[in-house]
């Protein structure tokens, strides 16, 4: 399954606890488990955030794999931003 724009359909979950070094991945899935992953997250209110770029670099990763360093930046604006959503 292909987004409008030709590309495959991706999603990355992240999730972060502070008593761990960094962010990590819970799940990934493209095409028709991407679109049931997105589902779940729309029906249990949790924030999408659409970063093409990310998630490319992060879905050669595995569940479980913390997030590499050079993607720090990016994924702390984005858990900023849902932070600043959330309030």
């Known amino acids: 399954m292909t987004d409008n ?3 495959v359909s991706k999603a990355v979950v992240l ?3 502070k008593a761990l070094p960094a962010p990590f991945i819970v799940c990934k ?14 029906e249990n209110n949790v924030e999408i955030v ?3 770029d990310l ?14 360093e050079d993607l720090y930046e990016v994924t702390a604006e984005i858990l900023a931003f849902v932070y600043n959503l959330q309030r």
């Open 29 to 42: 899935g493209k095409n028709k488990l991407a679109e049931i992953i997105k589902r779940i997250a729309e």
């Open 55 to 68: 998630i490319d670099g992060l879905y050669e990763f595995d569940a479980g794999d913390y997030i590499p």
């Open 5 to 7: 724009t030709g590309r």
């Open 15 to 17: 999730k972060y606890l």
């Open 50 to 52: 659409r970063k093409d």
